[in-house]
């Protein structure tokens, strides 16, 4: 796997490989059903053209009695309804932003990758 650059549209992470491209989201907290996604224009487009939501991968991180646990969980199809958009508004003055979140984590199919 290999690092896309920053600001590349869609993806994160592909495989040096093959065609294989995900969406990588870490989180502070425990595994939960809802995490922030990323911009909505982009992902509406490519949604309405008829291609699948990429695959993604969520790294869960949090502090418990014991140290530091670390949880990583691949979800490798999200379905449309299980996208949520909303709107981050900026006091500035500057222009609204669509963006989307990931809902009902906890009802989709995954594969962990990884726990400590």
Avoid at 33 to 50: D, M, T
Avoid at 59 to 70: A, P, R, V
Avoid at 71 to 83: D, M, V
Wanted: aromatic share 14%.
């Amino acid at each position: 796997m290999m690092t896309l650059p920053p600001n590349y549209p869609l993806y994160d992470i592909q495989c040096t490989g093959c065609s294989f491209r995900a969406q990588v989201k870490t989180n502070l907290s425990k595994p939960k059903k809802e995490i922030f996604g990323a911009g909505w224009n982009i992902i509406n487009h490519v949604l309405k053209s008829g291609f699948q939501m990429p695959a993604l991968i969520a790294n869960f991180k949090w502090l418990e009695l014991g140290g530091e646990k670390q949880e990583i969980r691949f979800f490798p199809f999200i379905p449309k309804s299980h996208l949520k958009p909303r709107v981050v508004k900026f006091s500035s003055g500057r222009k609204d932003h669509k963006m989307f979140n990931y809902i009902e984590l906890d009802k989709l199919p995954f594969f962990v990758l990884f726990k400590s």
